[in-house]
C-alpha cells in the first residue's frame, strides 16, 4: 500500500450530527503501522472495559467524559490527550456528546 499524505481540514466537521443513543466513527487511516479513526459518541454512551493489543493516544476534540485506565478513573474533555499502553483495560463514559480521535500504533 502507497504511504500518501493525508490533510482533515477540520475534525469535526468529518462527521455528521450525532443522532440519539448513537456512536458513529471513520476511519481517516488504516495500515499496517497504524489505524487511526475519529469516534462520536452521543451523551450517556459507553464502551465497557476492554483491552489492545496496540499502543492507542485518545485525543478529545469535544464535549466531556470519563475514563477508566487501568485501576485510574480520570476526567476527560475537549483537549485532554490520553495514552495507553497495549493490554490496559480501559473503559469510557460520555456525559456529552463526546468526539475524539484514537491512534492505534501498531
Known amino acids: 500500500m502507497e504511504d500518501i499524505q493525508i490533510v482533515v481540514a477540520d475534525l469535526l466537521k468529518r462527521l455528521p ?7 458513529l466513527s471513520q476511519t481517516l487511516k488504516k495500515d499496517d503501522k497504524m ?3 475519529l469516534f462520536s459518541f452521543a451523551a450517556g454512551q ?5 483491552t489492545s493489543p ?7 476534540l469535544k464535549g466531556e467524559g470519563s475514563m477508566t485506565l487501568g485501576k485510574e478513573f480520570a476526567e476527560i474533555k475537549a483537549g485532554s490527550w490520553v495514552y495507553m499502553p497495549p493490554e490496559l483495560p480501559h473503559s469510557l463514559k460520555t ?7 484514537l491512534t492505534l500504533i501498531k
Not at 496496540?54 to 478529545?60: G, L, T
Not at 456525559?95 to 480521535?101: D, H, Q
Open 17 to 23: 450530527e450525532i443522532p440519539g443513543d448513537t456512536v
Open 35 to 37: 489505524d487511526v479513526t
Open 46 to 50: 459507553e464502551l465497557t472495559e476492554h
Open 54 to 60: 496496540h499502543r492507542a493516544i485518545v485525543e478529545v
Open 95 to 101: 456525559k456529552t456528546s463526546l468526539v475524539m480521535l
